[in-house]
């Protein structure tokens, strides 16, 4: 079904978008407008020409500019991808390797270019009354992620296959050991070295960090 600004800026924060490939295309043009020209670039009628959609398409998908903008946040989040719980508490082993996926994809949006300029922008527009962009990331991004790994540490704990108290500590301490200092750094202008681009043997080694604290 077509997303509308109203089923973004209303739905659970811990749902997951669903876009048609042709919308995720839209997006995905939005997003460069977004990131090379600011909040103010991206407009309806520039995306249109970008993506040679029509207005009205745009309009029926994502309803007026703040729904398009929500929606663009929605879709890079989306990014992010998590295991269903079926599939994923098969056995310990299966667990572990989704949380472990979880983590590589959680640091390839962050450390992406994308999110970067996305989350720079939204600090330099921290101080102003409307921070409409600041917002949107926090309700649509990290907001829906962490809810969604909260509930994946969940499944986890009632399959007996992790043991902590609350999801949030255990989701916090998750976090920490995968992200460590590295984002701040990238925030900031500094390149990433070799092993902070080798995603997958980050992920491994927060997850082995992490199991040595919460498993079962």
């Known amino acids: 079904m077509p997303s509308t600004a109203f089923d973004i800026a209303t739905s659970r924060t811990d749902a997951a978008p669903e876009f048609s490939p042709r919308q995720q295309v839209v997006l995905q043009h939005a997003l460069t ?3 090379e020209g600011g909040e103010k670039a991206l407009t309806t009628a520039g995306l249109a020409r970008t993506a ?3 207005k009205e398409s745009l309009y029926k998908w ?5 729904g398009l903008l929500a929606a663009v946040v929605a879709y890079q989040a989306s990014q992010v991808q998590f295991p269903s719980e079926a599939g994923a508490t098969a056995d310990a082993a299966t667990f572990r390797a989704h949380v472990t996926a979880f983590v590589e994809a959680l640091l390839a949006v962050l450390f992406s270019e994308t999110s970067l ?4 922008l939204a600090i ?3 101080n102003t009354n409307s921070n409409r962009l600041g ?3 926090l309700v649509r991004g990290k907001h829906m992620i962490s809810a969604r790994a909260r509930a994946m ?3 986890g704990r009632r399959h007996g296959l992790l043991k902590f108290d609350k999801a949030e500590d255990a989701y916090q ?5 995968a992200i460590r200092d590295v984002h701040v750094r990238l925030l900031l202008g500094e390149s990433a070295g070799p092993a902070e681009k080798d995603l997958k043997t980050q992920a491994e080694t927060a997850v082995d960090r992490f199991y040595r604290l919460f498993e079962a």
């Open 33 to 35: 407008l977004l990131v």
């Open 52 to 54: 040679s959609c029509s």
């Open 62 to 66: 994502f309803g007026d500019r703040d």
């Open 117 to 120: 300029a996305l989350n720079r």
């Open 124 to 126: 330099g527009q921290s």
């Open 135 to 137: 917002q949107l990331l």
């Open 153 to 155: 540490l969940e499944s």
């Open 173 to 177: 301490v998750l976090y920490g050991l």
